[in-house]
Protein backbone atom coordinates (compact mmCIF):
# COMPACT_ATOMS: atom_id res chain seq x y z
CA UNK A 1 0.00 0.00 0.00
CA UNK A 2 1.25 3.78 -0.88
CA UNK A 3 1.39 5.88 1.33
CA UNK A 4 2.38 9.86 1.62
CA UNK A 5 3.21 11.96 4.66
CA UNK A 6 1.55 15.69 4.08
CA UNK A 7 3.80 18.35 5.77
CA UNK A 8 2.49 21.93 5.83
CA UNK A 9 4.66 24.67 5.18
CA UNK A 10 4.42 25.81 9.21
CA UNK A 11 6.16 22.87 9.90
CA UNK A 12 9.38 23.28 8.12
CA UNK A 13 12.56 24.02 8.91
CA UNK A 14 13.09 25.99 5.36
CA UNK A 15 16.82 27.21 6.31
CA UNK A 16 17.71 23.65 6.77
CA UNK A 17 15.97 22.59 3.59
CA UNK A 18 17.71 21.56 0.49
CA UNK A 19 16.96 23.20 -2.94
CA UNK A 20 17.96 22.44 -6.31
CA UNK A 21 16.82 25.35 -8.72
CA UNK A 22 15.71 25.52 -12.06
CA UNK A 23 15.83 29.18 -13.88
CA UNK A 24 14.04 29.46 -16.95
CA UNK A 25 15.15 32.38 -19.54
CA UNK A 26 12.20 34.15 -19.56
CA UNK A 27 12.18 36.44 -22.47
CA UNK A 28 12.18 33.49 -25.00
CA UNK A 29 8.82 32.98 -23.99
CA UNK A 30 8.95 29.33 -24.71
CA UNK A 31 5.23 27.61 -24.62
CA UNK A 32 4.48 25.78 -21.65
CA UNK A 33 4.87 22.23 -23.30
CA UNK A 34 8.53 23.50 -24.58
CA UNK A 35 9.43 25.28 -21.22
CA UNK A 36 8.18 21.66 -19.14
CA UNK A 37 10.03 19.50 -21.91
CA UNK A 38 13.60 21.92 -21.52
CA UNK A 39 13.07 22.38 -17.19
CA UNK A 40 12.69 18.36 -17.40
CA UNK A 41 15.85 17.50 -19.19
CA UNK A 42 17.90 19.59 -17.47
CA UNK A 43 16.55 18.33 -14.30
CA UNK A 44 17.20 15.01 -15.05
CA UNK A 45 20.53 16.20 -16.19
CA UNK A 46 21.41 17.91 -12.91
CA UNK A 47 20.20 15.16 -10.92
CA UNK A 48 22.62 12.34 -12.73
CA UNK A 49 25.38 14.52 -11.60
CA UNK A 50 24.66 14.45 -7.92
CA UNK A 51 22.80 11.45 -5.15
CA UNK A 52 19.29 12.69 -3.63
CA UNK A 53 19.59 11.53 -0.66
CA UNK A 54 17.46 14.06 1.07
CA UNK A 55 14.14 12.98 0.61
CA UNK A 56 12.72 16.53 1.76
CA UNK A 57 15.04 18.42 -1.17
CA UNK A 58 12.76 20.36 -2.81
CA UNK A 59 12.77 21.56 -6.53
CA UNK A 60 12.09 25.24 -7.69
CA UNK A 61 11.47 26.95 -10.52
CA UNK A 62 11.78 30.60 -11.13
CA UNK A 63 12.42 32.98 -14.12
CA UNK A 64 14.88 35.44 -15.12
CA UNK A 65 13.13 38.58 -16.47
CA UNK A 66 15.71 39.92 -19.02
CA UNK A 67 18.55 38.19 -20.97
CA UNK A 68 21.15 40.06 -19.07
CA UNK A 69 19.99 38.07 -15.82
CA UNK A 70 19.99 35.05 -16.85
CA UNK A 71 23.25 35.70 -18.50
CA UNK A 72 24.76 36.43 -15.07
CA UNK A 73 22.37 33.64 -13.22
CA UNK A 74 24.52 31.23 -16.02
CA UNK A 75 28.29 32.78 -15.03
CA UNK A 76 27.82 33.80 -11.28
CA UNK A 77 25.80 30.57 -9.89
CA UNK A 78 27.73 26.97 -10.43
CA UNK A 79 25.32 24.72 -11.93
CA UNK A 80 24.31 22.69 -15.33
CA UNK A 81 22.73 25.01 -18.55
CA UNK A 82 20.67 23.48 -20.76
CA UNK A 83 21.19 24.41 -24.04
CA UNK A 84 18.54 23.97 -27.36
CA UNK A 85 19.83 23.37 -30.56
CA UNK A 86 16.97 24.89 -32.27
CA UNK A 87 15.70 22.55 -34.48
CA UNK A 88 11.83 23.37 -33.34
CA UNK A 89 9.75 26.27 -31.65
CA UNK A 90 13.32 28.09 -30.85
CA UNK A 91 14.48 27.64 -34.04
CA UNK A 92 14.89 31.31 -34.63
CA UNK A 93 17.39 31.71 -32.41
CA UNK A 94 20.00 29.02 -33.50
CA UNK A 95 21.81 27.19 -30.21
CA UNK A 96 19.84 29.27 -26.61
CA UNK A 97 20.49 28.64 -23.42
CA UNK A 98 16.93 28.04 -22.25
CA UNK A 99 17.24 26.94 -18.44
CA UNK A 100 20.25 27.06 -15.65
CA UNK A 101 19.57 24.32 -13.25
CA UNK A 102 21.78 25.32 -9.50
CA UNK A 103 21.88 23.40 -6.52
CA UNK A 104 21.29 21.39 -4.23
CA UNK A 105 22.20 24.06 -1.38
CA UNK A 106 20.59 24.54 1.95
CA UNK A 107 18.42 27.25 1.84
CA UNK A 108 19.47 29.61 4.01
CA UNK A 109 22.95 29.10 1.83
CA UNK A 110 21.11 29.80 -1.43
CA UNK A 111 22.66 32.61 -3.76
CA UNK A 112 21.57 35.77 -2.69
CA UNK A 113 21.25 36.73 -6.96
CA UNK A 114 18.16 34.42 -6.48
CA UNK A 115 16.34 36.24 -4.78
CA UNK A 116 16.72 39.22 -6.79
CA UNK A 117 13.47 41.20 -7.99
CA UNK A 118 14.31 40.36 -11.86
CA UNK A 119 14.23 36.59 -11.07
CA UNK A 120 10.39 35.67 -9.86
CA UNK A 121 8.84 32.22 -9.51
CA UNK A 122 7.12 30.30 -12.21
CA UNK A 123 3.44 30.87 -10.78
CA UNK A 124 1.18 31.20 -13.21
CA UNK A 125 1.00 30.05 -17.20
CA UNK A 126 -0.38 33.53 -18.22
CA UNK A 127 2.20 35.60 -16.31
CA UNK A 128 5.10 33.92 -16.37
CA UNK A 129 4.91 31.61 -19.70
CA UNK A 130 3.35 34.15 -21.68
CA UNK A 131 0.77 32.27 -23.17
CA UNK A 132 -2.14 33.96 -25.06
Known amino acids: ?32 GKLAGQTFQAAVRMSALFVWEDKDTRTIVKEAKTPAMFER ?24 ATVHVCGPFLHKDRPKLLDNKKVGLVSSAHEQLHVV
Open 73 to 96: ICKEIPGYTMVDVGTTELAHYGEV
Open 1 to 32: MLQTTVTFLDDIDRDNLYEMVLVVNGPLHMSP
